[in-house]
């Protein structure tokens, strides 16, 4: 029964991704399922640690902003006149937030029992705060002012794309570790709350050190690890390919330049798709990657241990499991993954707009995603990041024929008519809130339930 | 002189604003700690109930406007008020009998409420925008200054202007009427001292023989009014969009939790330490410190604290601070 459901589900999804390329383009399909692709990615990583370990983190938005900083950092060549006008400044205020984070943990150990413990940690934060503006400031005014239209920022390490989703995860995991040693005591909906106000701390750091990362100025023309498409139109086989491929169609044409002129044009098409395809491999690899991995978890000891934690955390503290250890330790791994899909999605679009990071999106949608997908089942969640992606995309031109239909009686200038299809773009939240509401009424588990695997 | 002109320029860069701002996070920060207290979940669709109600007075005050009717020296949206009130009462109502009631009798843990209001959020997002756009939409009228910068200038002989809106008066006004019959509300009549002793301890209030509908009613009704009050304030001193509204469910997340959720006393004053704090931390103090400090004194930096991009950034590093050391809230809220 649970093949069963798991194939007709992922069956029905790829025959609407078809109907897509068929009805509309192949490149709107294959946009759409790269993206269904990264969703799901980021709902496997919510997924582990709202349906593993039952911890709500309502900060996806910041972790996927810390994997598109990271992009950034390793992909964009350096900027060396920056580095020498503040480079060293920059290195200094690193090694001194280093070096506070330190002093803070280690006062947290020895003052233990101290009356006073908090307040010295926090009269030490606001210190430094200020001191960290005087050493930095300078540098970082020097920074921004080189070639303030184009770059004032200190680039990256110029490394290749792929290696910043690694980057992406990490630097995800040490930011969770912090918030989680902060916030993981605190009671479920405390946690979403503080979560997504970290989460919004964060994303107006990468939105203003623009020294880091251009902040709202953006960073245009990252790099790719799939082939351009201006290259691909002018290489060989690419062309002898595209040929190939069309041959039937090319041979009904007699005229000489008509066909020079037709196969130009399907090699101008084909290779944007063929682009697409190359990402779409890509993140098909990652995401099996990660399945295989985290089904063997969830079926793992160790998968059995959280989900014990998850439901009874009393037994599981009295049967002697570290509970709080495991807390972090999951909150990171979850968090490492979104950061990974983060960087991820920042790749495949190119480009890194900070300002673009809000809740609705990239927190709320992926909760979506989960909840709608099943919680605790790795299927579901996956399930759950394409059809909620597809619905949101595919909404637009589904309302639309909604409302034609609603409304033919009108004719073409009514006013209402006009004004509810230039509110086209807001039904997919509509969609989305009925979706959720109907999903936690009939199927509170989601669509694909978690599977308890007794062996 | 110096003096006087250091506190003028005080007042009117950091005391009216935070003021103002203060107020309509506080009335935003007693629902959500109201609905806390009574429902025991935290509301994300708060923000867009906000939203809903400010918009339903913009449609009313357009109404009114195109028949002529305005308020004379205020602005008309007052008189739209009580109707925008009446809807989000309905639409409150509504998804309470069609979302929530459902959870609360089967006794659902937070989290479940939490991801429902998720839902109802993004309801009433698109119903919002569907209805009146995502733009920016200004819809003050009236008279505008109370006092001018240079009037005041004028008035006084003092080199720096004091500056005062007719939304800022307004607000401040609105604010204290509603508080004082809410608070009276609540510590002195019956219904308002059954409601808290709900709030307190359901069980106990069952036994003396409270009725939880009637309790559960009148907070989706007190709740929608503050609501849709602080709305229509913050769109009457800045100006309506969906996306701010949103954005200020989490400064009032943050007031509701510092002052001890579940607290409606705490709500308010964690309400003014957040725009406090807010506005005098992203403050530049140069002038200031000029008027105050002798010549070879005065400061060439800006004296500010954290620049103004992390105006928001502030509210939530508050919540933290204050999440690690009194969990409870300044003021004791309920136990976590």
Redesign the interface.
């Given at each position: 029964m649970k093949n069963f459901d798991i194939k007709i589900s992922f069956s029905i999804m790829a025959f609407l991704i078809i109907l897509v390329g068929i009805f509309q383009s192949w490149g709107v399909a294959l946009s759409i399922l790269n993206l269904c692709l990264i969703s799901a990615v980021m709902s496997m990583g919510v997924n582990i640690q709202w349906g593993f370990a039952g911890l709500?983190n309502f900060g996806v938005m910041g972790f996927l902003a810390i994997g598109g900083l990271a992009t950034v950092l390793v992909s964009v060549p350096p900027v060396y006149e920056a580095w020498s006008a503040g480079g060293m400044g920059i290195i200094i205020s690193g090694m001194f937030i280093v070096l506070v984070i330190f002093l803070l943990f280690y006062l947290n150990r020895i003052l233990k029992d101290y009356r006073f413990k908090?307040y010295i940690i926090?009269s030490i934060i606001i210190l430094s705060?200020?001191l960290l503006k005087f050493i930095s400031g300078p540098s970082i005014d020097r920074i921004e002012s080189i070639d303030a239209a184009t770059s004032g920022f200190l680039g990256g390490m110029n490394l290749p794309i792929v290696f910043s989703w690694f980057v992406g995860g990490l630097l995800s995991a040490g930011v969770a570790f912090i918030i989680g040693k902060?916030?993981l005591g605190?009671?479920?909906?405390?946690l979403?709350?503080?979560t997504?106000?970290?989460s919004?701390?964060i994303v107006?750091?990468v939105?203003?050190e623009e020294w880091l990362s251009r902040g709202v100025k953006n960073v245009i023309g990252l790099k790719r690890p799939a082939p351009y498409e201006i290259n691909l139109q002018s290489s060989e086989w690419f062309i002898k390919l595209v040929e190939f491929l069309n041959t039937s169609k090319l041979s009904k044409i007699i005229n000489v330049i008509e066909r020079e002129d037709l196969l130009k044009e399907l090699v101008i098409n084909s290779s944007g798709i063929f682009v697409k395809l190359c990402f779409s491999f890509l993140f098909l690899f990652v995401l099996c990657v990660l399945l295989y991995f985290s089904e063997k978890a969830l079926r793992s000891p160790w998968g059995r241990m959280m989900r014990a934690i998850r439901d009874n955390e009393e037994a599981a503290k009295a049967m002697g499991k570290n509970v709080v250890k495991q807390h972090l330790f999951i909150f990171m791994l979850g968090s490492a993954i979104i950061g990974f899909a983060g960087a991820m999605l920042v790749t495949y679009d190119g480009l890194f707009t900070p300002s673009s990071y809000q809740?609705?999106r990239y927190t709320?949608l992926i909760?979506?995603m989960v909840?709608l997908g099943g919680t605790g089942n790795n299927y579901g969640a996956i399930l759950g990041g394409f059809a909620v992606w597809f619905i949101w995309i595919e909404s637009a031109p589904f309302a639309l024929f909604l409302i034609n239909l609603l409304t033919f009686q009108l004719d073409e200038g009514n006013e209402i008519k006009s004004h509810?299809i230039?509110?086209i773009p807001?039904?997919?939240?509509?969609m989305?809130?009925?979706g959720?509401?109907l999903v936690?009424?009939y199927r509170?588990k989601g669509l694909l339930p978690e599977k308890i695997i007794s062996k | 002189m110096d003096f006087l002109n250091a506190i003028i320029l005080i007042s009117n860069f950091i005391i009216v604003p935070a003021i103002t701002y203060g107020s309509q996070l506080a009335l935003g920060a007693i629902g959500v700690t109201l609905i806390y207290g009574v429902l025991r979940f935290a509301n994300f669709a708060y923000g867009d109930l906000m939203a809903f109600g400010t918009m339903i007075v913009i449609l009313f005050t357009w109404y009114l406007q195109s028949k002529g009717i305005t308020f004379g020296l205020l602005p008309t949206a007052l008189l739209a008020l009580p109707i925008g009130i009446l809807f989000s009462i309905a639409i409150s109502l509504f998804f309470d009998k069609t979302v929530f009631e459902y959870y609360r009798e089967k006794k659902s843990n937070p989290v479940t409420f939490i991801v429902v209001s998720l839902g109802i959020m993004f309801v009433l997002n698109a119903v919002v925008r569907i209805i009146i756009g995502p733009n920016d939409i200004n819809f003050m009228d009236g008279h505008k200054f109370i006092m001018k910068a240079r009037e005041f200038k004028k008035l006084t002989g003092l080199n720096e202007g004091l500056a005062i809106k007719s939304t800022q008066v307004i607000t401040l006004i609105t604010t204290i009427i509603t508080c004082s019959l809410l608070f009276y509300f609540l510590n002195k009549t019956k219904t308002g001292k059954s409601m808290r002793a709900y709030s307190d301890n359901e069980d106990l209030a069952l036994l003396s023989g409270i009725d939880p509908k009637k309790i559960i009613l009148l907070t989706w009704v007190i709740v929608s009014i503050l609501a849709t009050v602080a709305g229509t304030l913050y769109g009457l001193d800045k100006s309506f969009k969906p996306f701010t509204y949103f954005n200020n469910l989490l400064p009032i997340f943050a007031a509701t939790i510092v002052g001890g959720i579940g607290n409606p006393l705490g709500a308010f004053y964690g309400g003014f330490l957040i725009a406090f704090s807010e506005i005098a931390l992203t403050y530049a103090y140069k002038k200031f410190f000029k008027y105050l400090l002798p010549e070879s004194l005065e400061p060439n930096t800006l004296i500010q604290f954290i620049s103004t991009d992390y105006k928001f950034a502030i509210s939530f590093a508050i919540l933290v601070v204050v999440l690690i050391f009194r969990p409870n809230g300044i003021f004791k809220g309920k136990v976590i």
């Open positions: 709500i908090n926090f705060i200020i902060v916030c605190l009671r479920s909906d405390y979403a709350i503080s997504l106000l970290i919004g701390i107006s750091i939105k203003h809740p609705l709320f909760w979506v909840l509810l230039n509110s807001y039904f997919r939240y509509l989305m809130g009925l959720l509401l936690m009424r509170p | -």
